[in-house]
């Protein structure tokens, strides 16, 4: 025969079972309101097809079932025993039941992942604005970032607020802008009212806005280059290099009879040209000293334009295919690699003598892939999951590279430059208003686009809250 237990161990044991009942029941109603905000507000789809389930939502539903069905349970138990006669387990119960909610919170928090959202931004630009060209990056400690729009470059300090402006001149406007800021000095290529774009290149310390030095040079042709300590530009009839610093010019080597300038690029050990010659699409290797040309190499040409992707060491893309130069100007053997677009929306960021491109796959989405510059190795290919396209590639300030890739959600990578493999889950970027193209400087955002609706720059932060 049976001994009860003592009347003190059975109430224990019924307060315990009526707490427990409240733990789960405070769960479940938790989880329960969260799932329905992640179906109802958070999904882009009107199912969960083509990633439009909101990460985590499978776990957060089983968690909320079992939660439910834990809590029917225990309450029929503390029925049974009437633990609810006691006004003490009542209050003990609801307090630890509130308690649990916190625990609750941040299970869901570790199954949804990391979520940023919008921090701080500047007003729209509004109607009447000019064509943003491009942006650049101060100090990463400061988070300064620079926009240049054709009316002039605005700089922003690390509050997002504006730091510095230089106008474009008088009837005037800024044509172009070097990709690269060396010893953070970028260059600017201006038109004055007497000329077409362009004719007079500038060169500005990002950091203070202040002109370092102004040159007019006539029939300026595309985008300078800044690199080593050249400021290299194309003409209608020759390339000129000019001192990063003092604007000094170093030397002037003429184009090749009937060449029309495409592309030139600057670096420590030499300056590229890409020419249209009576012979098709040229690269020439200039000497980073003299001028002299050292090399030139016929591109191919395919259904696209070829690109130069680094003047040191020397590479560009022609057919689709990267070409690496050894410093006698001869190619690299030709190893299978995935294509390599050159127009379009293409992504590139080249950092050390790695090349990262966004390469498509079968016309379905768009992978990143990873190539050597120094042999043109194919390095590595890293796919993301439900993610349509890359919009934007970074090097952050820990040496890994961030991306920027969008599907049902945009999501921020940080991969591992090496092997490509991500350093944990990506981020979820909720609520951004992206345009079709824009820049990544740390965690601010350069919109630039011409939809004068959308903030020039905003800042992200973590999620609090749901």
Not at 178 to 205: I, K, Y
Not at 329 to 356: H, M, N, Q, S
Request: glycine share 12%; charged share 20%; net charge negative.
């Amino acid at each position: 025969m049976d001994t009860p237990p003592p009347p003190l161990v059975k109430r224990l044991r019924d307060h315990v079972r009526l707490a427990a009942a409240c733990v789960f029941s405070a769960v479940a109603v938790l989880y329960a309101v969260l799932c329905m905000k992640l179906t109802v507000v958070d999904m882009t789809d009107g199912v969960c097809d083509f990633g439009g389930c909101p990460r985590g939502l499978d776990w957060l539903l089983l968690w909320a079932l079992v939660a439910g069905l834990a809590a029917g349970g225990l309450w029929w138990s503390a029925v049974k025993g009437r633990a609810y006669r006691s006004a003490v387990g009542w209050l003990v119960a609801v307090t630890v039941g509130l308690v649990a909610l916190w625990p609750g919170w941040l299970g869901f928090s570790w199954l949804r992942g990391p979520h940023m959202d919008l921090f701080s931004y500047q007003v729209p630009d509004g109607p009447g604005a000019d064509k943003p060209l491009g942006s650049w990056a101060g100090d990463p400690a400061t988070g300064f970032v620079i926009r240049a729009r054709a009316d002039g470059v605005t700089g922003y300090n690390g509050e997002g607020r504006r730091g510095w402006s230089l106008p474009a001149p008088a009837g005037g406007a800024v044509c172009a802008m070097s990709a690269e800021t060396p010893s953070d000095t970028g260059l600017l290529t201006l038109t004055t009212a007497e000329s077409t774009c362009g004719n007079r290149l500038v060169a500005v310390d990002v950091t203070s806005g202040k002109q370092l030095w102004t040159k007019d040079i006539p029939k300026l042709v595309g985008r300078p280059s800044a690199g080593g300590s050249l400021a290299a530009t194309a003409t209608a009839d020759a390339v000129l290099a000019h001192d990063l610093v003092t604007g000094a010019e170093l030397w002037r080597s003429p184009l090749p009879e009937g060449a029309v300038a495409m592309e030139v690029a600057a670096g420590p050990d030499r300056v590229l040209l890409l020419a249209r010659t009576d012979k098709g699409v040229e690269l020439f290797a200039l000497g980073a000293r003299t001028g002299a040309v050292a090399w030139r190499f016929p591109m191919p040409v395919g259904y696209e334009s070829p690109r130069i992707v680094s003047a040191s060491p020397a590479a560009a893309v022609g057919d689709g295919r990267l070409v690496v130069f050894d410093d006698a100007g001869r190619p690299g053997a030709g190893a299978e690699a995935p294509y390599v677009p050159t127009t379009g929306e293409a992504e590139w960021l080249v950092t050390g003598d790695v090349l990262y491109a966004s390469v498509p796959e079968r016309e379905q989405r768009e992978l990143l892939a990873a190539f050597s510059l120094k042999d043109g190795r194919h390095l590595w290919t890293r796919a993301f999951d439900h993610d349509w396209r890359i919009r934007a590639l970074a090097a952050d300030r820990t040496g890994r590279i961030a991306v920027v890739t969008e599907g049902a959600y945009t999501h921020l990578w940080h991969l591992d430059p090496h092997t490509g493999k991500p350093g944990g889950e990506s981020t979820v970027l909720r609520g951004l208003r992206l345009g079709e193209s824009f820049a990544l400087h740390g965690r601010t955002f350069v919109n630039l686009d011409d939809d004068a609706r959308l903030p020039p720059i905003f800042d992200v932060a973590p999620t609090i809250g749901w």
